[in-house]
């Protein structure tokens, strides 16, 4: 099941993350995938500034990875968000790091970073949301909001040795990107959302395909911009759609 992952009153979040390659449930289907502790997306994790993250992560994939945490203020070094860190097959490393007392509210994203296998690893499933609260979300109108997290990702499926699997990529996909046939949200195809009777819904949309790009838009309801990329914006902006790049 969906698992969030919060900090305690004591400002530390302590978890454990395993990566494999195994069967899990895709859009109503059995599929061989990269996930995180067995699930697309991966645990949503949620701080605040001043926190302690500490990510006991594990590698039960066939090959090396790594753990980047996308639009993070953190250090590019060390056991934080180090990119040249190498996680063999069986592994086990802690990252910990602290979030900056001034850093920004937003919705971030983690993901692997080891370079060689970054494609295969990310089109084939791995990924997760990392929330950073702060003072957006004290905004009465948005504290008041109903909230929901779009984890948008799509996926090329074909029968492998290992049954219904991840496409395998090509010399071109790595070179230009794969755009997969099925699209899902929160590792579902078209899955309902409801919008609160005379209320506000708050979509917080992360785009963790590697190479499709998402136009979004709201029948018969108004949709306004207050952030984007971890900035919250002075005031609301009333769009007829926004457009999601990949991560």
Do not use: C
């Amino acid at each position: 099941s969906d698992k969030t992952y919060s900090s305690t009153d004591k400002g530390l979040l302590n978890i454990a993350l395993e990566a494999r390659y195994e069967p899990i449930s895709i859009a109503g289907q059995q599929a061989t995938l990269y996930s995180y502790n067995g699930q697309i997306p991966g645990p949503k994790i949620e701080t605040k500034p001043g926190d302690t993250v500490r990510v006991r992560f594990t590698n039960y994939l066939p090959n090396p990875t790594n753990i980047h945490y996308h639009g993070l203020h953190i250090p590019p070094t060390g056991n934080a968000d180090n990119v040249f860190l190498d996680i063999p097959n069986g592994e086990t490393f802690t990252y910990e790091f602290t979030i900056p007392e001034d850093h920004p509210s937003g919705l971030f994203y983690y993901h692997p970073h080891r370079h060689g296998f970054v494609a295969e690893q990310v089109f084939g499933g791995l990924g997760g949301m990392f929330v950073v609260r702060g003072e957006l979300d004290q905004i009465p109108e948005v504290k008041a909001a109903k909230e929901e997290f779009l984890f948008l990702k799509d996926f090329s499926l074909e029968a492998g040795s290992n049954g219904v699997q991840a496409r395998p990529s090509r010399h071109m996909d790595r070179m230009w990107g794969r755009v997969g046939q099925l699209v899902t949200v929160n590792g579902q195809s078209n899955p309902s959302i409801s919008i609160p009777r005379g209320g506000l819904l708050r979509l917080r949309m992360l785009n963790a395909s590697s190479a499709r790009f998402y136009r979004l838009s709201l029948e018969e309801h108004p949709m306004h911009l207050i952030a984007t990329d971890g900035i919250s914006l002075s005031e609301p902006v009333e769009v007829s759609e926004v457009l999601l790049s990949p991560g």
